[in-house]
């Protein structure tokens, strides 16, 4: 079936950037989500990106695209501590009308 | 503020029980979905609705799992029986078919002892 793999921890310094990494491989994808999950809450989107794009700059993200490998990426800038959480990532499966996929998700800490 | 609202929020039981847990999807939202989240699998779905009927149920243990949506404001999942293994996080999400972006509620934390 279709998967997804992100690493399970990321650890940076307040005001580093972040960058956390998944790859997938269902080609047929159409749009990739972020989504963000804080402690004892349910996910929230955060970002997506078109299958047709490389790049989409949103304030303090930057979402990348390598569709030849398959491999989305987030980029946070200037990390808060308030970006400490579990961050998904999560292709949709093709004509799926809004079925997705989701890594095992990223816990990114962030150390004062 | 619209959201998903889900309960009960904590669920402590004991094994052999009969467990429901309860969603109110956002109104005007065409489909719902069901997930569990634990440490080792993450976020599994369980199944999923359009338009209050069932398009993918694969994800679910047939044998003591079911979903119903019986009208366009309540969707519930049900355990019967309910297994220590089934301790987890279960989740609903709704949003407009055809399109990724997912209103998550809250969670039911479920313990079967």
């Known amino acids: 079936g279709e998967d997804v793999e992100q690493s399970l921890f990321l650890s940076v310094r307040e005001g580093d950037s972040s960058v956390i990494n998944c790859t997938y491989t269902?080609?047929?994808?159409?749009?990739l989500y972020w989504y963000k999950q804080e402690p004892g809450a349910g996910l929230q989107l955060l970002t997506y990106?078109?299958?047709?794009?490389d790049m989409k700059q949103d304030q303090r993200l930057t979402v990348l695209l390598n569709k030849k490998d398959k491999h989305l990426s987030l980029r946070i800038a200037d990390t808060q501590t308030g970006d400490s959480a579990i961050y998904f990532c999560?292709?949709?499966?093709?004509?799926?009308?809004?079925?997705?996929?989701f890594g095992k998700g990223t816990k990114l800490s962030v150390k004062p | 503020d619209a959201r998903v609202t889900q309960t009960p929020r904590d669920k402590v039981t004991e094994m052999g029980q009969e467990v429901t847990m309860r969603c109110q999807p956002i109104?005007?939202?065409?489909?719902v979905f069901w997930y569990r989240q634990t440490m080792m699998q993450g976020l599994e779905l369980l199944a999923y609705?359009?338009?209050?009927?069932?398009?993918?149920d694969s994800g679910m243990p047939k044998d003591r799992f079911s979903a119903e949506m019986p009208d366009a404001t309540l969707a519930t999942l049900k355990i019967q029986p309910s297994e220590p293994r089934d301790s987890a996080v279960y989740f609903c999400?709704?949003?407009?078919?055809?399109?990724?972006?997912?209103?998550f509620g809250e969670g039911s934390r479920l313990t079967v002892l």
């Open positions: 999400a709704s949003g407009l078919g055809g399109h990724g972006e997912l209103f």
């Open positions: 269902d080609s047929s994808s159409t749009y």
């Open positions: 990106i078109f299958s047709n794009m």
């Open positions: 999560a292709p949709d499966l093709g004509g799926s009308q809004g079925n997705l996929i």
């Open positions: 109104l005007g939202h065409n489909t």
């Open positions: 609705f359009r338009n209050r009927a069932p398009l993918d």
